[in-house]
């Protein structure tokens, strides 16, 4: 069997695992689980672009997702009505003071001459701009988070298009990768999954902490959407007609019909992306960033800056995950931050990178689909699977409530099996790279 026919049996499989979950299930089940398999593909192609073609080791997707969202909330939400004048010209200047803080302790640190004397010039302006970023901003905020918390609470966002937020949250996750790159990128790889393990975390607790700017755990609500809202469908007269001629009711055709708008959209952009990358992959620069992946000093024995390519691939990966996690953020309609968990977007994503294929664009794309469907689908099925093993067994029986209460771990299980599966028989991935 060549490969391009495989490939495609292995596409056409997965399509025909949502087909039939469309047709034993629902219709909305199938094109729910078609949106986030497209937007986990778009966030396997960013980590496939740090470590398919850079060998760069990132487990800190999480925190760029998180940006992402963040973005979709200060670009998109309303302001709050007196929230700025409260307290938001007190935040900028806070923000600014503390900016200002750290360029000059590394000014001081790069003019000065190594020795005691520098290290106690960097720490007075460390310490004494601490104390006066805190003087500045404890006291807005505090004003800022005395309006109407139950409601508001936080300073809201610009009110523009939202849509404009998806390219936002790429430019906030790549700033974020930009900071870590600069710092970490030179060290080991190890030295770099600790910094972006570490940075993603500051990120949560900053966003989970920080009423001011996303209301914590309070959670924002009601962001903007780049579709209709299911319920303005439902009261307008004509869609409730038009979904009448098709036999349906006017609330089962809104959530079909806004989620088939979500998979157009998100579908655009993974092509878009796929495309990029794949120009990129065939590229000079594409090329140049294999032959550093394999082997760092042959490539700068030839004259390559191995750390500047390093730092454009992390922020380019970076940014893809930055613009899922606004894309995510804008079809909830909400910002949770107490539901990134490392365990959904960081380890779910490199488990679609690594059975697809690293290094393979294609791969990274049928591992989003592929896990995805399984993390969604796994749950029901080892449900039924044990009622099917505990079907002989007496109601009441310890073991049948236990088994039956171990299927909500069936997910857990089968990721570490397939994924345990596929490192075995199929080291490379489903796709491999070429």
Same mark, same amino acid.
């Given at each position: 069997?060549?490969?391009?026919?495989?490939?495609?049996?292995?596409?056409?499989?997965?399509?025909? /695992?949502?087909? @039939?979950? &469309?047709?034993?299930?629902?219709?909305?089940?199938?094109?729910?689980?078609?949106?986030?398999?497209?937007?986990?593909?778009?966030?396997?192609?960013?980590?496939?672009?740090?470590?398919?073609?850079?060998?760069?080791?990132?487990?800190?997707?999480?925190?760029?997702?998180?940006?992402?969202?963040?973005?979709?909330?200060?670009?998109?939400?309303?302001?709050?009505?007196?929230?700025?004048?409260?307290? &938001?010209?007190?935040?900028?200047?806070?923000?600014?003071?503390?900016?200002?803080?750290?360029?000059?302790?590394?000014?001081? #640190?790069?003019?000065?001459?190594?020795?005691?004397?520098?290290?106690?010039?960097?720490?007075?302006?460390? =310490?004494?701009?601490?104390?006066?970023? $805190?003087?500045?901003?404890?006291?807005?905020?505090?004003?800022?988070?005395?309006?109407?918390?139950?409601?508001?609470?936080? %300073?809201?966002?610009?009110?523009?298009?939202?849509?404009?937020?998806?390219? =936002?949250?790429?430019?906030?996750? !790549?700033?974020?990768?930009?900071?870590? *790159?600069?710092?970490?990128? *030179?060290?080991?790889?190890? @030295?770099?999954?600790?910094?972006?393990?570490?940075?993603?975390?500051?990120?949560?607790?900053?966003?989970?902490?920080?009423?001011?700017?996303?209301?914590?755990?309070?959670?924002?609500?009601?962001?903007?959407?780049?579709?209709?809202?299911?319920?303005?469908?439902?009261?307008? +007269?004509?869609?409730?007609?038009?979904? !009448?001629?098709?036999?349906?009711?006017?609330?089962?055709?809104? #959530?079909?019909?806004?989620?088939?708008? @979500?998979?157009? %959209?998100?579908?655009?952009?993974?092509?878009?992306?796929?495309?990029?990358?794949?120009?990129?992959?065939?590229? +000079?620069?594409?090329?140049?960033? $294999?032959?550093?992946?394999?082997?760092?000093?042959?490539?700068?024995?030839?004259?390559?800056?191995? #750390?500047?390519?390093?730092?454009?691939?992390?922020?380019?990966?970076?940014?893809?995950?930055?613009?899922? *996690?606004?894309?995510?953020?804008?079809?909830?309609?909400?910002?949770?931050?107490?539901?990134?968990?490392?365990?959904?977007?960081?380890?779910?994503?490199?488990?679609?990178?690594?059975?697809?294929?690293?290094?393979?664009?294609?791969?990274?794309?049928?591992?989003?689909?592929?896990?995805?469907?399984?993390? =969604?689908?796994?749950? +029901?099925?080892? /449900?039924?699977?044990?009622?099917?093993?505990?079907?002989?067994?007496?109601?009441?029986?310890?073991?049948?409530?236990?088994?039956?209460?171990?299927?909500?771990?069936?997910? /857990?299980?089968?990721?570490?099996?397939?994924?345990?599966?596929?490192?075995?028989?199929? +080291? $490379?991935?489903?796709?491999?790279?070429?």
């Amino acid at each position: 069997m060549s490969e391009g026919i495989r490939n495609t049996l292995l596409f056409l499989l997965v399509a025909g /695992l949502i087909t @039939y979950v &469309g047709y034993a299930q629902s219709l909305n089940s199938a094109l729910l689980i078609i949106a986030m398999g497209l937007l986990s593909s778009i966030m396997a192609l960013g980590v496939n672009l740090q470590w398919g073609f850079a060998g760069l080791f990132n487990v800190g997707i999480m925190g760029f997702v998180a940006l992402g969202g963040l973005a979709a909330v200060l670009v998109g939400m309303p302001p709050t009505p007196g929230g700025f004048s409260a307290g &938001g010209v007190g935040v900028l200047v806070a923000l600014l003071m503390g900016g200002a803080t750290i360029a000059a302790a590394v000014y001081a #640190t790069k003019k000065m001459r190594k020795g005691w004397l520098r290290t106690v010039v960097v720490i007075v302006l460390l =310490v004494g701009g601490f104390f006066v970023f $805190r003087a500045l901003l404890d006291p807005s905020v505090a004003r800022i988070e005395e309006i109407n918390p139950a409601e508001y609470g936080y %300073l809201g966002g610009l009110g523009w298009p939202v849509l404009l937020a998806w390219p =936002v949250g790429g430019l906030f996750a !790549a700033g974020a990768a930009w900071l870590i *790159g600069k710092t970490a990128l *030179g060290l080991r790889s190890d @030295y770099l999954a600790i910094a972006t393990l570490g940075i993603a975390e500051i990120i949560i607790a900053v966003m989970k902490n920080e009423d001011w700017l996303t209301r914590g755990v309070k959670n924002v609500i009601g962001v903007p959407r780049p579709v209709p809202y299911e319920i303005d469908l439902q009261n307008d +007269p004509s869609f409730v007609e038009r979904a !009448a001629q098709l036999g349906m009711d006017p609330v089962e055709g809104s #959530t079909l019909w806004v989620k088939f708008l @979500y998979v157009l %959209l998100f579908g655009a952009v993974l092509l878009i992306l796929l495309w990029m990358s794949q120009r990129a992959l065939h590229s +000079p620069w594409g090329r140049m960033l $294999r032959a550093i992946r394999d082997n760092e000093v042959a490539a700068e024995a030839m004259g390559k800056d191995v #750390t500047a390519r390093h730092l454009q691939v992390f922020i380019l990966g970076s940014a893809v995950c930055g613009i899922a *996690g606004a894309m995510m953020t804008t079809m909830d309609s909400q910002l949770t931050p107490g539901t990134y968990q490392p365990l959904r977007f960081t380890f779910l994503i490199w488990v679609m990178v690594i059975v697809g294929g690293s290094g393979n664009n294609f791969g990274a794309v049928l591992g989003g689909f592929l896990i995805w469907f399984l993390w =969604v689908q796994v749950e +029901p099925i080892g /449900l039924w699977l044990m009622n099917v093993i505990t079907y002989g067994m007496a109601e009441g029986s310890p073991l049948k409530a236990h088994l039956i209460d171990s299927a909500a771990h069936m997910r /857990l299980l089968t990721m570490g099996l397939v994924l345990l599966i596929v490192l075995r028989f199929s +080291p $490379r991935g489903l796709i491999p790279e070429k």
